[in-house]
């Protein structure tokens, strides 16, 4: 019994890790998203930890984002990425000491257009597809959604608390724990 319990666990963590790169940018682009608009309520609200946690883990984002830029791309959307996330980057941190929110803003105007620059062409190229906001709420009323877990991920905006409820079932691999 314990037996077959890791050998699902083991076969689920497998089909997990054969999710799309480009399916895995634009989840790193909806969580990072969602981090910097944690970390704004944290400030807003004055709680250092909200503000902390959150400011961390959309670093820790951005700093993936950047290293999965190949570093044998040397092309002037590669060398603009490096440069755009490298400043956020080094912007981020001050936040926590200056609770400067037009910086948070600032950061995540910058990410919302890259995310979607990243749907206009990388998803679309690739065949990938986005999560609908029906499917979203289905997961929220009806658990987890009939799309397969390692070919999701959810819509941003209005929808921001139906993602992060339904979360668990769309989070894949280890980003599911540490992101």
């Known amino acids: 019994m314990v037996g077959q319990k890791v050998l699902d666990a083991y ?14 940018i634009h989840m790193l ?4 998203l969602v981090h910097l608009e944690l ?11 909200k503000r902390g946690e959150n400011l961390g ?9 950047q290293a999965s830029i190949k570093s044998e791309d040397h092309s002037e959307a590669a060398q603009f990425l490096r440069g755009l996330y490298g400043a956020i980057l080094v912007e981020l941190p001050r936040v926590s000491v200056t609770q400067d929110v037009k910086m948070l ?8 257009r890259l995310k979607r620059i990243w749907e206009e062409t990388a998803m679309r190229e690739s065949g990938a597809e986005l999560i609908s906001v029906k ?15 390692v070919s999701a991920a959810a819509p941003r905006g ?11 079932h769309m989070a894949m691999g280890g980003l599911s724990v540490s992101i």
């Open 11 to 24: 076969r689920t963590t497998e089909k997990q890790a054969e999710i799309q790169p480009v399916k895995l």
């Open 29 to 32: 682009y909806e969580r990072v």
């Open 39 to 49: 970390a704004e309520e944290g400030i807003r609200e004055q709680t250092p930890k």
């Open 57 to 65: 883990k959309a670093i820790a984002i951005i700093t993936e984002l």
């Open 105 to 112: 803003r600032q950061a995540r105007t910058y990410l919302e």
């Open 135 to 149: 499917t979203v709420e289905a997961c929220i009323e009806d658990g987890p959604p009939a799309v397969s877990p």
């Open 158 to 168: 209005k929808k921001r608390a139906e993602y992060e409820d339904c979360q668990p």
